[in-house]
T-cell receptor, first 115, second 112 residues
Framework: SAVISQKPSRDICQRGTSLTIQCQVD?????MFWYRQQPGQSLTLIAT?????????ESGFVIDKFPISRPNLTFSTLTVSNMSPEDSSIYLC????????????FGDGTRLSIL | QKEVEQDPGPLSVPEGAIVSLNCTYS??????FMWYRQYSRKGPELLMY????GNKEDGRFTAQVDKSSKYISLFIRDSQPSDSATYLC????????????FGKGTTLSVSS
């Protein structure tokens, strides 16, 4: 399966600041997603990153808070804006490699702590 | 009622034991079922991927889906200390690209 790299792997940030997380895949993929994994909670989909157009956000997530880019078929970024302690979480990139009923594969995530 | 229920454990077993992990769900539209294994400080790693009802076996792992009962299981035979991890069930409807709905995960510890 594709190799998915996320940067940074972890960070500690001050409240009110923003952080951009990068997801790089070693091959072209059809779909890219961003998830959040909060302590004691299920992984939750934030949005689907669409190449060349605006991301599709799930209920409860908005573009102003989580702007997403996907300039090509191998790269996407997620920005966590105006961070508060409630944003402390693991943020995960996942991909579907090809069309059809293929499973999602995940990167190792970005562990974010907000002070 | 949550869409996917999974007992968080922790579950502790001795090496060599048979482990049974389970999830129940409420949405009858779910057609694809997955089990992921997540080690500490790592992302979820796909273990099993099944469509509709039935069994699928891969080495020491067997996944079962019972859509009539809305119940899925993962069995691990001859469990090893290296199986110690959190196991996440996930599922989605038939529409490609739709969100995976996850359980909260079961933490498994296998002692030698």
């Amino acid at each position: 399966s594709a190799v998915i790299s996320q940067k940074p792997s972890r960070d500690i940030c001050q409240r009110g600041t923003s952080l951009t997380i990068q997801c790089q895949v070693d091959s072209q993929v059809t779909m890219m997603f961003w998830y959040r994994q909060q302590p004691g909670q299920s992984l939750t989909l934030i949005a689907t990153a669409n190449q060349g157009s605006e991301a599709t956000y799930e209920s409860g997530f908005v573009i102003d808070k989580f702007p997403i880019s996907r300039p090509n078929l191998t790269f996407s970024t997620l920005t966590v804006s105006n961070m508060s302690p409630e944003d402390s979480s693991i943020y995960l990139c996942s991909v579907v490699e090809s069309r059809g009923d293929q499973p999602q594969h995940f990167g190792d995530g970005t562990r974010l702590s907000i002070l | 009622q949550k869409e996917v229920e999974q007992d968080p454990g922790p579950l502790s077993v001795p090496e060599g034991a048979i482990v049974s992990l389970n999830c129940t769900y409420s949405n009858s539209a779910f057609q694809y079922f997955m089990w992921y294994r997540q080690y500490s400080r790592k992302g979820p790693e796909l273990l099993m991927y099944t469509y509709s009802s039935g069994n699928k076996e891969d080495g020491r792992f067997t996944a079962q889906v019972d859509k009539s009962s809305k119940y899925i299981s993962l069995f691990i035979r001859d469990s090893q200390p290296s199986d110690s991890a959190t196991y996440l069930c996930a599922m989605r409807s038939n529409q490609a690209g739709t969100a995976l709905i996850f359980g909260k995960g079961t933490t498994l510890s296998v002692s030698s």
